[in-house]
Structures are given as structure tokens and as C-alpha cells.
């Protein structure tokens, strides 16, 4: 099963592509960051995260995708920037007609390290571990982007063998 996980942001947006067999990720296929100048209109940097994303899911072929949801804020303006950057990256699925399923950030650190409020370097070394990897992925909306997506195979093979019993 091939995952795209999606941590959308206007300035940056964190992506991951990973393999997995089962529960274990099998490999990381690739994982990045579409990054947008502040010096560009909205509608120019939403336009380079769609042209970028597009490409990513053209390439890698994702079976299913999981995207962060929103996380309510204080700043309102932040929390409307990334909620325009989420609908571009549901509009990217659903024209390449993938299955797009929402996590929190709750569910998401609960995922990868047990505990849903578990600090951004916790789950950045669990990601470490989960992957075999031996260093922490970076840029950290990378890292976030491949806890996304063992956050979606999770939650699927969980719902699966809950179908089955």
C-alpha cells in the first residue's frame, strides 16, 4: 500500500510518500517540502502548491492519502491560510481521485508515539524509529508529512480487521 501523508501550510507544506506492508513501513519512497515565497499574491502561492502537488502525486501514485486537519489557533489569519492550503491539497486528491482521509493532530501523535499529546520532538523520534531511519527527517514538515501517513495505514488496517471479526 502506498500512503502520501500532507501536513498543508501556505508557507510550507510537508509531504511524504511511503510503502507499507502491513503495519511496517516498508520504505520511504520519498519525502519533502513544497515551500511558497511570502513575496507571492495568495492565489500564487496556492497555484505553486497545486502545480507541485500534482506533480508528486502524477509521479509517486499514491493508493490513499492522509492530510492533517485544521488546527484551531489563536491567530486567525494562520488558521485561515492553512485551511486554503488544505482545500487546495483535497482538490489535488479528489481531481486525481484518491482517497483523502482527515487525522488530527491528536490522532496523528497518538499514532506514531501512543500518546496524543506527546511533544513535536517525540513523535519526530518515533518517526526516526518507526522508518529505521537513522537520523530525524527534516525539514520537521516532512517529518510531519511521514507521520501523517503511518498515521492513515494505521487507522485503515485498524478499521480493516475490526470489518473482518
Not at 4 to 16: E, Q
Not at 41 to 58: F, Q
Not at 79 to 92: D, F, K, Q, T
Not at 126 to 135: H, Q, S
Request: hydrophobic share 40%.
Amino acid at each position: 500500500m502506498r500512503v502520501l501523508g500532507i501536513d498543508p501550510g501556505v508557507a510550507t507544506t510537508g509531504w511524504s510518500v511511503i510503502d507499507f506492508e502491513g503495519r511496517e513501513v516498508s520504505l520511504i519512497v520519498d519525502y519533502g517540502v513544497i515551500e511558497t515565497s511570502k513575496e507571492l499574491r495568495a492565489g500564487e502561492r496556492l497555484l505553486e502548491i497545486h502545480t507541485d502537488l500534482s506533480k508528486i502525486v502524477k509521479k509517486f501514485a499514491p493508493d490513499m492519502a492522509g492530510v492533517e486537519s485544521l488546527l484551531f489557533c489563536n491567530n486567525s489569519k494562520t488558521a485561515m491560510s492553512v485551511g486554503e492550503a488544505r482545500g487546495v491539497v483535497l482538490l489535488i486528491l479528489e481531481e486525481y481521485r484518491i482517497d483523502a482521509y482527515s487525522f488530527t493532530p491528536l490522532q496523528i501523535k497518538s499514532s506514531v508515539s501512543g500518546y496524543g499529546k506527546a511533544g513535536k520532538k517525540q513523535v519526530q523520534e518515533n518517526v526516526k524509529i518507526l522508518c529505521n531511519l537513522d537520523t530525524i527527517p527534516k525539514p520537521d514538515d516532512a517529518a510531519d508529512a511521514i507521520a501523517v501517513a503511518i498515521c492513515c495505514n494505521d487507522s485503515l488496517i485498524s478499521n480493516l480487521s475490526l470489518k473482518s471479526k
